[in-house]
């Protein structure tokens, strides 16, 4: 099955979400994307989760659809193999997305000097080159003050890898946009960009940074309400937990009439002098508003209250735990056109997604399995540089690459 | 100056954050971005949060550098200037971003029928054209039952519509490979993507779908303790608080030695029978090694932690509050080549970001404020749609379409 960017092939040095992820985003609509890795694994290559057996799953998420090539980086002929690759002739190659900072042989200018219209992008931990991740970036930037329950002084840190998932977005939106600019212009480039800088952008762009300079305040935790209109999470008398959403005018009044309630709410609004249609007024009557609705969810079964809420498509949702949603949610079993159960080496057999974006004018790629370490290192040797098997057979001898490894274990 | 997307013309009909981030993306990369709303502002004209006197913060930092159209989509001739916007001829335009569903005049059939190779790039909230956002997708999915302190069993939410921000990287993700598949084939296409269906493959790209299958597991809370390796939040002397990283073997080796406690850390390995050197081993050695730590940072203050961690190349980061952040951290004002202190209308001077990617072979662009709704009206139909002043002024007459109008507050 041809995606929407086949024949574009990409080659990636990467390793944990960021840059992993961008490839894959790319494989997962039709490009050929190599990544190489050392012999022993990358930096990821254990990456938790793992299996009982060590095999990691973070590894086999993030690195669908790809071939992957392994080659001894310590040595010149590994140097000079990555560099033909990423350097290969053709009008749909030369692009090269890393997170590794190599100076010297792997830097954009040496690479330049063998492919001159080269496509790279980069991306950093912060725009001085200093390390960031994930869990460093997003204390420095205030979100965990501004998380959990109203009062309290102790940060808490989101588990989603956010700003690396927003991180790899924007790097194949990099790489796509230079693309149509070399296609245009016959120019290649570098194009950098860190994972702070990522972060800071948009904590500009939601407006946080504008609320601290125009209005002089630090938004305080505020447990799970929507921020700056009405959305609350309900106990139900089953024990579940709902969230339900009142942002707009008309999932706010879809939802006070579903519950009932609506001369207790205009009686609530003239006693607060607030008017509720406004999102504002309903966020500062938050507290009153919670609890008028709360006892008609902790009188409530979840049998009860699904099929009245779908039914006036209310927005809203039940809280899960992880295994509850994989085992109770059609969206992640292949009830989902976007999930398939394969079998992924060394994992078994399970739901895996391919891309979330189906095109029209093409059928829909299904997933494909992470590939070991190396499973292609043979066929990218004879494929892409043209090498004899002979050749080939030389450097397997003398370590230089490997075909099929499974990652050693850190010492 | 321009940009590297430059030339490349979109239109957006749309609301809340993905898909504005999206047509943000592209207009911060050099494109022509032309979002339209009704006169009275869309859903988001309001969204918190907003200055004193009401301007929405929101919505200036999700638009920056758009053109905006204001014109009455419940009038045919409303949806006719519509139609011809998104339709307009030229090889660089005929994109249409969306995360509205209109049925009907505005849905892909009607609009292809208009311009047959349009590219239309479609939000949902569900798959199944449910309603959903950021808040209601991420409770379903899991994420708030695994954030926040280790043994409480209140489910946290993130305070990030993290969903919202990745989504908005794959719309354009989307549009830019849609219209590398429109350059070489000539034809179009429309692009379908659901927000649920985002967290759900993120769920799976990350590993946790398969540690649920493959090892039965449910992920517990954790505190900000880094899942699967060690990392940890320590109170310093001084009463700030620091994020410290030993993900890699390079960041455990270099914050062990920085501590001093090689030694201990070895007794600990040996007194658990565990090899600290190994991610998996440290992270069923968290606890003991955090007691470990503890008093070394307890004893210390900000000001002699940061040079020497910072020395030595460690991956840390300290806690601030959003306005810490915004009045201490560097990277959020014109120090960052990213930033600029910009002037934008109904808020005042501030720092504003443009794109975090830096493009080589282009000057930097700087960011733009956001427009006043409608403030390009007369502009657009006059620049892209060809109308003259008469014309122009006489749908200004009937309220067709409207210029550089202040949003109405809801009623």
């Known amino acids: 099955m041809a995606g929407v960017l086949a024949g574009m092939r990409v080659v990636e040095g990467s390793a944990f979400v960021a840059v992993p992820l961008a490839g894959m985003t790319l494989a997962q609509m039709g490009a050929d994307v190599i990544r190489f890795d050392r012999p022993q694994g990358g930096l990821d290559a254990h990456r938790w989760p793992v299996t009982r057996d060590g095999t990691s799953l973070f590894w086999a998420g993030l690195n669908k659809g790809k071939r992957s090539l392994a080659v001894d ?70 979100f965990p003050m501004a998380t959990g329950a109203e009062g309290s002084s102790d940060p808490v840190a989101h588990v989603l890898p956010a700003w ?89 009044r879809g939802l006070v009439k579903v519950l009932g309630l609506a001369q207790e709410v205009a009686n609530l609004g003239q006693r607060m002098a607030l008017d509720l249609s406004r999102e504002g007024d309903r966020w500062a009557a938050g507290k009153e508003i919670t609890a008028l609705f709360a006892p008609w969810f902790a009188a409530r079964r979840l049998e009860e209250v699904a099929p009245l809420f779908d039914g006036a498509g209310l927005t809203w949702s039940v809280f899960r735990s992880f295994a509850e949603a994989v085992h109770q949610d059609p969206d992640l079993s292949e009830d989902n056109p976007m999930m398939r159960v394969i079998h992924q080496p060394g994992v078994g057999s399970l739901p895996v997604p391919g891309s979330p974006v189906s095109f029209s004018d093409l059928a829909r790629m299904g997933p494909a399995p992470a590939p070991v370490l190396g499973e292609h290192t043979e066929e990218i040797l004879g494929d892409v540089l043209g090498l004899g098997s002979g050749q080939i057979g030389k450097l397997m001898d003398q370590g230089v690459v490997a075909q099929g490894v499974v990652p050693k274990r850190a010492a």
């Open 73 to 142: 980086m310590a040595r010149p002929e590994g140097q000079e193999i990555v560099t033909d690759l990423i350097c290969a002739p053709g009008p749909d190659a030369g692009m090269f997305l890393t997170n590794l900072r190599v100076r010297g042989w792997m830097d954009y200018p040496a690479l330049k000097a063998r492919r001159d219209d080269l496509i790279m992008v980069s991306l950093l931990g912060t725009r001085r080159g200093e390390p960031a991740v994930d869990y460093t970036v997003n204390p420095s930037l205030g």
């Open 164 to 252: 690396d998932c927003i991180a790899g977005g924007m790097v194949v939106n990099a790489l796509l946009a230079a693309e149509r600019h070399r296609l245009r212009t016959g120019r290649g480039q570098v194009a950098e960009l860190a994972l702070k800088d990522v972060a800071a952008a948009m904590l500009a762009n939601l407006g946080i940074l504008g609320e601290v300079v125009a209005n002089g305040v630090d938004r305080p935790k505020a447990g799970n309400s929507l921020y700056g209109a009405y959305g609350q999470d309900f106990l139900l008398a089953c024990g579940r937990r709902v969230m339900v959403i009142g942002l707009t005018d008309r999932q706010w």
